[in-house]
Each structure stands twice: as C-alpha cells, then as structure tokens.
C-alpha cells in the first residue's frame, strides 16, 4: 500500500480474491497505479504461497505478484468469514476473483449479493472460459489454455509435436485484459455512480494473438502445418528466425525491404542485392532455406555481441538471445524503474518487478514486499472495520481468519 496521493488510482479499495497469476497480476498493476489493494487470502494461504514446501524460491511468483499489497486471511466458508467479506464489500470500489464460475455464488458471496451491499462496487471476474457458454464449468489452468486455444498447435518445430510456450503467458494476457475491464469499468461509473460485473475469458484473450498462425492457415487452407519453429508464425516474412551465433543465438528479422538492404550491407553481402532469390520478400519467402542459409553463415562466425553490433548501426530489428540471468540483471529495465532488487523477509534479496504502465507525471510508490500470510488482518479489521482487538482474536480463535 502507498501513502501518495499523486497517483491515478489514489482513494481506490480493491478486494483482491485472485490466486496463482491471473487475478494478483491485475491487482498488483492497480497497486502500482495507487489503488488501496487488499489481498484476501484462505487461512492456510494461496496455492502459489503453499509452494514453499517444495523450495524457497517456488514461492517467488507470489512475492512478485503481490508487492504493495496489504494481505488479510479469510475463511468463506464460514458464516463469520463471509460476513467480513460483506463488511469489507461496503468499503470496496472493486472485487476481483479468479475462481472456477460459480465458486463465489455456491459461497453466497457472488455477484447478485455482493451488488445488492454495494451498488458501486465493480465486480470482476475471470475464468478459463467464461461465465457463460458450454465449456463455462471446464477447468482450467494456463497449460490446458494454451492447449486447447491452439497456441501449443503452433509452438514447436514442424518435425516435432506440439509445445507450451515457456512463459505462462495466457495467464498474463487475461491478467492484463481484466485490469483493462475494471478500469473500464471504473471509468463508466464516474458518469453513472454505478457498478458493473465484468469478465474475462483466458481463452478469447488468446485468440487475437494467432493473427500469423491464422493467416497462414487461412493462406494454406490448412495443407501446411502451422509449427513454424523461430520462423513467422504465418510464413510471410523472410529472414524472420533464430540464428546461431558463437555464443548462442541471436534473432533477426527483416519487416521492410531497407532492413534487407541493410542487413546485406552489414553482412558485407551487396553483391546478394540483385540476387534473383531474394530481391523481394515474396522471393526471399519462396527461398526460405537458401535466405536463412546465407544469414546463418554470417552469424555462426560471429558472437552476439559483434552481431548486434554491427547490425545496430543499420537499424535492422534484432536482439541477442538472453538468458534469464541476464535479463534480470538488464541495466536497461534496472534503470527504467521496472526491475528492483528489494529485500524480501521471506525470501531475502530478490529482483521484482514492479508495472510496465507508467504513468508521466504521476508518483511511483516506493516496492512494499509482499504482505506476509494475514499480516495486516488487525490493521484492516480494525482499521477499516473497527473491531476490537478481543473480536479480531475471536475471530481468529473460530478459525474465521
């Protein structure tokens, strides 16, 4: 929680229900935008909290997710718990949840309820497929996402089966669209005075994201595979992949034809210009193999550095192949303000991230570690909802928090 009040979501309370990802993603950028956030976990903590049985580090994904929160627990399944979380909706702009649909109405703490308490409040949720429609009750995590949206159909090489992307990124996308809803949301009740459910689908985020694996399945009607390897996802752009370096690999691409022009110069390839392989895209499309062939020969002599180097001058699109180390050390990240090295107390000295959004002109709250399991349940039930120390302690003694 920060005390600025320079902040765009400064005087906002939001009840953050989320587990794992998704729902904690959405919340933590609130966070950073100034928003009040009250993360509201079970009494024995949220799944990616109860990770630290395996190791230490499994639990990082929590401390990243919910720094400038302040964290209470809250048993729902039980007539207390859910009373406090009827109090707290009276205080609440926004509720955020992330579980299976229906989860929260089965408790008596869904929409139509919490709507009724507070009129203003901006419900929001989000699911693997939606709160309607036939596959609304399938479960879903980001791994049977990605399978069954088609991403892992098109992640792989042409000669090998299908695979998950390394990042969990359809947790991150949903994540980001339901900030985009409630603050949307938000901005509607400024003119109405009144709140709105909204949804997301992890699902239909991914689907816009196929643009190139769709047009070359539009393109094909279906006679290729659609696992292109490092190569355009629809196989309209050339050179466009991963090549070895000799020291890894570096990415290079070419979008224009001056980047072609270009790349041959840094290669010290001119006499390619008027190669009748590779004078257009199009041409160079049809060559696939003899384009990469002559880019590969020129950066398998060379290390990243040298590449990007040389290639820099011309302003050809193209980056070394990272590491994760390397990417967490990123000078370039560190001093932007989006990666800090923060002292964690239950992780010790951690790089985390802090918002991609930033907002000029606005304040950029100093990083709060992640609230510790119900660290502030006497600073909100007491602060926020003016229980005494003796009724927060009976609270706790019938395991409601």
Known sequence: MT????????????????????????????????ADVIKVEPVDGEPVRRRSAVSKGAMLPLAMLNSNKRGITLNLKSEEGRHLLLRLVEHADVLLENFAPGVMDGLGVGWEVLHAVNPRLIYASASGFGLSGPDRDALAMDLTIQAVSGA????GFPDGPPLKS???FADF???????????????ERT???KGRLVEVAMVETV????????????????????????????????????YPAGDGHVAILCIKEAHWTNLLRAMGREDLADDPRFSTNALRVRNLEATDAVVEAWTTA?????????????????????????????????????????????????????????IHGADRPATAP????????????????????????????????
């Open 3 to 34: 005390d600025t009040v320079n902040m765009p979501l400064s005087g906002i309370t939001v009840l953050d229900l989320g587990q794992v990802y998704q729902g904690p993603y959405a919340a933590m950028l609130m966070a950073r935008a100034g």
């Open 152 to 155: 892992m159909s098109v992640t």
């Open 166 to 168: 390394g990042p969990t």
């Open 173 to 187: 996308l949903s994540g980001t669209h339901l900030y985009g809803a409630v603050l949307t949301a938000l901005f």
């Open 191 to 193: 003119r109405t005075g």
């Open 207 to 242: 689907y816009p994201a196929l643009a190139s694996n769709l047009s070359l399945l539009y393109g094909t009607s279906g006679a290729v595979t659609t696992r292109t390897g490092n190569r355009h996802g629809g196989l309209a752009i050339a050179p466009y992949n991963v």
């Open 302 to 358: 060379r290390t990243r550095a040298e590449i990007f180097a040389a290639i820099k001058q011309f302003r050809i699109p193209c980056a070394p192949v990272r590491d994760l180390e390397e990417v967490m050390n990123d000078p370039h990240m560190h001093e932007r303000g989006m990666l800090e090295w923060v002292d964690h107390p239950e992780l010790g000295r951690v790089v985390l991230p802090t918002s991609p959004l930033r």
């Open 370 to 401: 992640s609230p510790m399991l119900g660290q502030h349940n006497e600073e909100v039930f007491g602060g926020l909802l003016g229980l005494s120390s003796d009724e927060i302690a009976d609270l706790r003694a019938k395991g409601a928090i």
